[in-house]
């Protein structure tokens, strides 16, 4: 069975960074598009990050880009999000995700994480 751990969500001032790690078991990264999603209080679910399987990049959501970085380690089915200059609309539970399919532009992935909280004061 697949399964997405989600750690490493916190309480942080505005200006501050957080990582966040998704273990993902039982799954090989080079078949599965992965990605991060979050969904903030009364929102829908947004894509913040995702690879794409056509070019094998990695692709951001237009408000995160050059704040937040993604990345791979084959080695420990793990991915992470650098979260960097976070801002307080930023606060929201953050999932990992994972899908068969080419990854990007971002749709509803078929495997989720849990989901790992958070939250940014002002």
């Known amino acids: 069975e ?4 989600e750690s490493g ?14 273990r993902i078991s039982e799954l ?3 078949d599965w598009a992965l990605a991060w999603f979050r969904q903030a209080p ?3 679910r947004e ?3 995702a690879t794409s399987r056509l070019d094998g990049n990695i692709y951001y959501r237009d408000d995160v880009k050059g704040r937040f970085t993604m ?3 084959k080695a420990s089915n793990t991915i992470y999000l650098q979260l960097n200059n976070l801002r307080p609309n930023d606060t929201a539970v953050y999932y990992c995700a994972a899908d ?3 990854g990007v532009p971002f749709y509803w992935y078929s495997l989720w994480g ?8 002002s």
């Open 2 to 5: 697949v399964t997405l751990v």
């Open 9 to 22: 969500g916190n309480l942080v001032q505005a200006g501050g960074s957080l990582r966040l790690s998704c």
């Open 28 to 30: 090989s990264f080079d």
């Open 42 to 44: 009364g929102k829908l």
């Open 47 to 49: 894509g913040v990050s």
């Open 71 to 73: 990345s791979i380690d």
């Open 100 to 102: 068969r399919g080419v």
């Open 114 to 121: 849990q989901g790992t909280q958070v939250t940014v004061s």
